[in-house]
């Protein structure tokens, strides 16, 4: 696992929603592979089941934190957040927002 696991929610619901197409960008602007660890440890990107959000995704886990209601512009949010370091704690609250 990368200092930031990323988990996102696989299920029927969130692929119809475009989960598949979100993470191929997080995973190209993070320079990571799917299923695994950035060379520098920083990040990991995988998928889980589903994690009980689907009627505010697609959605996400960030270190076991759900992050709803992703968008193009919410995964560049995300990327830029965790390739700056910063701790989920002085993350922006609308992010976690449900």
């Given amino acids: 696992m990368g200092r930031y696991r990323v988990l996102f929610a696989d299920n029927i619901i969130e692929r119809m929603q475009g989960s598949a197409a979100l993470m191929a960008r997080m995973c190209e602007a993070l320079w990571v592979e ?14 889980t089941s589903c994690i009980g959000m689907s009627d505010q995704g697609p959605a996400l886990l960030v270190n ?22 910063k701790p989920l704690a002085d993350w ?3 992010v976690f927002a449900v």
């Fill in 64 to 85: 076991n934190i759900v992050v709803p209601a992703l968008n193009e512009a919410r995964i560049d949010q995300l990327c830029e957040l965790i390739r700056g370091g």
């Fill in 92 to 94: 922006p609250a609308d």
């Fill in 34 to 47: 799917p299923g695994k660890v950035s060379e520098d440890g920083l990040v990991s990107v995988g998928t």
